[in-house]
Structure formats: structure tokens, C-alpha cells
């Protein structure tokens, strides 16, 4: 039996994976289960439970360990596989004195704010030792989480590569007469940065005939605020959080992900299997995704920079409007078909498999 935690059903990242995984699973006849802090009712598929709690809420560690001693009555081979910060946190916290699981963590990012404080690291220690594999999805999250937590852990420690969705595909091969509508799918959070597309647009405003920016976060007034402040509200978008991510890329031109840091180019993939040409941002998780040397690819080094942004636009959007052919959005294309949740589910799989072996 495997049961996987994490705070909620909505939103793309780590819930999305989470989503698709479960689904291959019940497909391959395993005995799987997804339980949620929180999130939409609608979006529920079978052995899906939403615990309709807020993620911080410290009520979820008795929702947790009910669920654990319920489970583990059953069965000598259940897995439980947290993400993120909360579950991650709760589920050691509720599983004290309850034996016959197996404990996996799967680390998402390259850097948390957890890591500011350095005491910290000897609390994390104690909470990572529960966890029989720490599953990271990028060689950059290893290395990083590596280092936080010392020696002891590398023979823990394993890198399962993400997959991704792969939408339709649409050949972007004509030449583009009119002006490009640009895209970018995230948090509204600090640590996607999208402050910085959103002062490079501003510098190229003529140039462009939108910037659409799918995702809700705690940084949505601020950024409100700077376009509003420059100006820009007729050209720059945030409609908040879409499940039909597929049609927003279908729609777009070039796809921007200014993030600071990431565990993983999981948006990057999905825009990729449409066709879409892509600048990012030259951090770790997002190098193993994205091959500079692919013509449909752009890296940015100094990531903060509006000006480089703009820069980095500006010349894709020469490119594209002089080429008359589907040759960009079929290298697009095929780097995204590196990837694949199938390929994804096997390595989680034969980690599974591994540890019920082990016991």
C-alpha cells in the first residue's frame, strides 16, 4: 500500500506530480491513496481524502496518525511518501511510537527558507533520519540538500528525475506577423521572480501584445502594484490560478521562468511538449531541463537583471519573426520528450520495491 501526503489537490509542481503518479498507480493495480490538507472537493479522484484543514494547522498531525495506525493494521508493506514542508513535518511528528511503515520524503526545491537559520540543520537532522530514502528530483537538489545535512545522509539521498504531462503539440511555423503574447506559469511567490519580467516587459512594451502570468501567491498585491505603477495593466496579466494550463500554452508565444531557484522545470517541460520557445533563468534545477545549445532555448545568468531580460526577448522575438519554418518548435519539442511521468513512476516504484525487500 502506498500512501502519499501533501498539502493540496490545486496548483501545478509537486500537487500535479502527485496527482499523476496516484493515477499510473491505480492503473497498475497498486493499492495507493492520496490524503490532502486541503483543496477542491471537484478535483478529487479515487482514494483521494482531504483532511479540509490549512496546511500549518497542527491538527493534521492527528488526521495523520490516525490514518498511519489505521493503515499500518492492515499491512506489513506500507509506504508513506511526504512533500513538501508541512507534511513533511507532520508525519514525523505523528508517526512517533507507530511502527511497520516505511517513510519516504521526496525534496522538491533546492533551497527553503528553513536553511536561513543554521540551527536549523541539526532539528531537519533528526526529522530526515525517519525517512528510510530521501528522494530528490534533480541532481541541484541533491547537491544542496547534500550539503545541509553532511556526510551521514548520502547513502540516503537518490535522485528520481521529474516528469511531466506532454500537452498536444501545436507548430508555431509561421512567421509572427503580429506581436508575441508571452507566458509564464507559477506562484505568485518571491522565489519566481516574476518582478523582474514584469520591469523588462516595460522596457520592451511595443515589442510585445501581452504577458500573462497563471498562478496565485502571496506576492499577487505587490505585484499588482508595480504594473499599475509602470503603467503596463493593458499589457500584463494575472488571472490568477487555471487548471487548463494546456490551452493558456496553446494560446502563447514564448514562455518566460525568471525563478530564483527551482527544484525541477516541471512548467518548463509542459511549455516544451506545445512547441513553445523558452527563456529561463540559468539556475541548477532548470539546467538539467533546458540544453542551451537547443535552438528553442534561452539561459539567463544574471537573473535579476531587467535589462538582460529585455535583451533575451527582444533578439527571440527577432528570431521568430525572420524564420518561416517549424524547426524552433520542433527542438522544443522533442527536449521536452526526455521526460516522462511513466519513466518517473518506474524509479519511485523500484525505490518501493527496494525497501519492502529490504524488511
Not at 65 to 90: D, G, M, Q
Not at 230 to 259: F, M, N
Not at 265 to 292: K, Q, Y
Request: glycine share 6%.
Amino acid at each position: 500500500m502506498i500512501i502519499n501526503i501533501i498539502s493540496d489537490n490545486s496548483g501545478g509542481g509537486a500537487e500535479l506530480l502527485v496527482r499523476e503518479l496516484h493515477k499510473i498507480y491505480l492503473k497498475r493495480g497498486i493499492d495507493s491513496h492520496v490524503f490532502y490538507f486541503s483543496g477542491d472537493d471537484t478535483l478529487l479522484y479515487k482514494n483521494e481524502t482531504i483532511f479540509d484543514l490549512k496546511k500549518r494547522d497542527p491538527r493534521n498531525i492527528l488526521k495523520i496518525r490516525k490514518l498511519l495506525k489505521k493503515h499500518s493494521s492492515k499491512t506489513n508493506n506500507l509506504i508513506v511518501h511526504s512533500h513538501l514542508t508541512w507534511p513533511f513535518i507532520y508525519t514525523v511528528l505523528a508517526s512517533i511510537r507507530i511502527k511497520n511503515i516505511s517513510f519516504i520524503f521526496t525534496e522538491h526545491n533546492t533551497y527553503n527558507r528553513r536553511r536561513k537559520l543554521k540551527l536549523n540543520k541539526h532539528i531537519e537532522r533528526l526529522f530526515y533520519k525517519k525517512f528510510s530514502k530521501i528522494i530528490c528530483i534533480s541532481e541541484g537538489v541533491r547537491n544542496s540538500l547534500s550539503e545541509w545535512l553532511g556526510r551521514s545522509f548520502f547513502e540516503k539521498i537518490i535522485v528520481i528525475k521529474n516528469g511531466s504531462r506532454l500537452f498536444k503539440y501545436k507548430s508555431r511555423s509561421k512567421a509572427l506577423l503580429a506581436k508575441p503574447r508571452l507566458i509564464s506559469i507559477g506562484s505568485l511567490s518571491s522565489r519566481k521572480n516574476f518582478s523582474t519580467t514584469i520591469q523588462a516587459i516595460n522596457k520592451i512594451i511595443d515589442e510585445i501584445d501581452s504577458y500573462t502570468i497563471i498562478g496565485e501567491g502571496s506576492e499577487r498585491q505587490n505585484l499588482e502594484t508595480l504594473i499599475n505603477d509602470l503603467g503596463i495593466q493593458d499589457k500584463v496579466h494575472l488571472p490568477g490560478w487555471s487548471d487548463d494550463i494546456e490551452t493558456s500554452l496553446h494560446d502563447a508565444d514564448i514562455q518566460l521562468i525568471p525563478s530564483l531557484w527551482e527544484g525541477f522545470g516541471l512548467v518548463a517541460v509542459e511549455g516544451m511538449s506545445t512547441g513553445l520557445p523558452i527563456i529561463a533563468s540559468n539556475v541548477a534545477g532548470l539546467r538539467e531541463v533546458l540544453d542551451p545549445s537547443n535552438p528553442a532555448i534561452q539561459l539567463i545568468d544574471e537573473i535579476e537583471s531587467p535589462n538582460d531580460w529585455a535583451a533575451a526577448i527582444s533578439t527571440l522575438i527577432n528570431t521568430l519573426q525572420h524564420r518561416n519554418d517549424a524547426s524552433i518548435s520542433e527542438a522544443s519539442r522533442h527536449q521536452a520528450e526526455k521526460f516522462s511521468l511513466e519513466t518517473m513512476a518506474d524509479g519511485y516504484l523500484s525505490i518501493y520495491n527496494e525497501i519492502k525487500n529490504i524488511k
